[in-house]
């Protein structure tokens, strides 16, 4: 079974940057797109951003512009760049294939907050 472990959160003010790491321990980011997803409190898990296998990306519109998502499939990780974050991007952030097969991993939290 694949193992999704993200690291990289934390607090940060308004204005500022983070990086999100995510490694899987199996090859599924080499078989299926792979795909950042949020749960903000009292909110649904939600797409933030993904990229299939042929390299597409898609961004959620609240983040379009802020952040990027990169992956290393040889790796088996992805990783997203977080820039000019708001208090609205607080939330626990997980990975996953895109769209979403494996089980869900613990996830980071990202706490923008001045």
């Known amino acids: 079974q694949v193992q999704l472990v993200e690291s990289g959160g934390g607090l940060v003010q308004p204005g500022g940057s983070l990086r999100l790491d995510c490694a899987a321990s199996?090859?599924?980011?080499?078989?299926?797109?792979t795909g950042w997803y949020r749960q903000a409190p009292g909110k649904q898990r939600a797409l933030v951003a993904g990229?299939?296998?042929?390299?597409?990306?898609t961004y959620a519109d609240a983040v379009q512009g802020r952040f990027t998502i990169s992956r290393n499939n040889a790796k088996n990780t992805v990783y997203l760049l977080m820039s000019r974050l708001k208090p609205e991007d607080t939330a626990v952030y997980y990975c996953?294939?895109?769209?979403?097969?494996?089980?869900w991993g613990q996830g980071t939290q990202v706490t923008v907050s001045s």
């Open positions: 996953n294939s895109y769209p979403a097969l494996a089980s």
């Open positions: 990229v299939t296998r042929a390299g597409s990306i």
């Open positions: 199996g090859s599924i980011f080499s078989i299926y797109g």
